[in-house]
């Protein structure tokens, strides 16, 4: 399954700004075993007036973006990231991309949401698909999400992101479950 992004318009600068500011302030508090492989420093994401990311490609200029874009999932880091970035874009330039992502058996957006809500303090973040809002009020899932981040005593982080890999499959699973039964 992969995840396909729609280019309707370019952001407005103000937008991009904020945008790239959004994601540099996201991946210096992503751990970083989290950040795209090979990438040290958040400037690296950025070339011009494009991202570029872990299988996605993002710019303000019209014409450097393919008017559709699958995404194709990588490793369960890589798109806790990419998942991270697309809620961002989808926020920070409203009217610039749909974003349409068969979540039946994918992770969905409850995580990559209340991580970016509380380590950016944006509570208006939304997702650009549905939420199951149980998980967006489980208070077991905001706790390790709130610790997952980078730090001088990181220690927890293994443990927090196999707890975030565990919620991602049993959420797609309830997902699954809840669409049989529908």
Same mark, same amino acid.
């Given at each position: 399954?992969?995840?396909? *992004?729609?280019?309707?318009?370019?952001?407005?600068?103000?937008?991009?700004?904020?945008?790239?500011?959004?994601?540099?302030?996201?991946?210096?508090?992503?751990?970083?075993?989290? /950040?795209?492989?090979? @990438?040290?420093?958040?400037?690296?994401?950025?070339?011009? =007036?494009?991202?570029?990311?872990?299988?996605?490609?993002?710019?303000?200029? #019209?014409?450097? %973006?393919?008017? *559709?874009?699958?995404?194709?999932?990588?490793?369960?880091? !890589?798109?806790?990231?990419?998942?991270?970035?697309?809620?961002?874009?989808? %926020?920070? =330039?409203?009217? =610039?991309?749909? @974003?349409?992502?068969?979540?039946?058996?994918?992770?969905?957006?409850?995580?990559?949401?209340?991580?970016?809500?509380?380590?950016?303090?944006? #509570?208006?973040? +939304?997702?650009?698909?549905?939420?199951?809002?149980?998980?967006?009020?489980? !208070?077991?899932?905001?706790?390790?999400?709130?610790?997952?981040?980078?730090?001088? =005593? %990181?220690?927890?982080?293994?443990?927090?992101?196999?707890?975030?890999?565990?919620?991602?499959? *049993?959420? +797609?699973?309830? /997902?699954?479950?809840?669409? /049989?039964?529908?």
């Amino acid at each position: 399954m992969s995840t396909t *992004v729609y280019f309707d318009a370019p952001p407005s600068q103000d937008a991009w700004i904020d945008f790239t500011l959004a994601v540099t302030e996201m991946f210096w508090l992503l751990p970083a075993s989290a /950040r795209p492989a090979g @990438i040290d420093a958040a400037g690296q994401l950025f070339a011009g =007036c494009a991202f570029a990311g872990a299988g996605i490609r993002l710019s303000s200029w #019209p014409a450097d %973006n393919l008017p *559709v874009q699958e995404i194709v999932p990588g490793n369960e880091a !890589s798109d806790f990231f990419n998942r991270l970035v697309l809620i961002l874009i989808h %926020n920070l =330039c409203p009217g =610039c991309v749909r @974003i349409e992502r068969e979540l039946s058996s994918q992770s969905g957006w409850e995580q990559p949401l209340l991580w970016l809500r509380h380590h950016l303090q944006r #509570p208006a973040l +939304s997702a650009p698909g549905d939420v199951d809002a149980a998980a967006m009020g489980d !208070s077991s899932i905001r706790l390790h999400l709130e610790r997952y981040r980078d730090s001088l =005593c %990181n220690a927890e982080i293994p443990y927090h992101w196999r707890v975030i890999t565990w919620m991602d499959e *049993v959420l +797609s699973q309830r /997902r699954k479950l809840t669409q /049989r039964v529908a």
